[in-house]
Nanobody, 114 residues
Framework: QVQLVESGGGFVQPGGSLRLSCAAS???????MAWYRQAPGKQRELVAG???????NYGDSVKGRFTISRDNAVNTVYLQMNNLKPEDTAVYLC?????????WGQGTQVTVSS
């Protein structure tokens, strides 16, 4: 089973930027991937998805601010987050775009606060 490890989170002020990485333990060349997030007391939500061919889609709340990309050569998916807002505060996780999902990792915490 593919193991997914997220990194790159941190504490940032509103308007700041972060770049998240998701490293897979095996090839993800043919797999549609996605970033999700879960805030305290809320359900996990889809943030952005990217197909094996590179087509992307985004949640309404992050359109124009976040960019998902992938580098199949290093089995990694990225999430560039710009103009961060306090409501973006959550644990960010990566996984397959559609079920059945892989094993969920611990995610990486993103905190946006002044």
């Amino acid at each position: 089973q593919v193991q997914l490890v997220e990194s790159g989170g941190g504490f940032v002020q509103p308007g700041g930027s972060l770049r998240l990485s998701c490293a897979a333990s095996a090839s993800i060349y043919s797999i549609h991937m996605a970033w999700y997030r879960q805030a305290p007391g809320k359900q996990r939500e889809l943030v952005a998805g990217i197909t094996s061919g590179g087509n992307t889609n985004y949640g309404d709340s992050v359109k124009g601010r976040f960019t998902i990309s992938r580098d199949n050569a290093v089995n990694t998916v990225y999430l560039q987050m710009n103009n961060l807002k306090p409501e973006d505060t959550a644990v960010y996780l990566c996984n397959f775009l559609r079920p059945p999902y892989g094993a969920w990792g611990q995610g990486t915490q993103v905190t946006v606060s002044s």
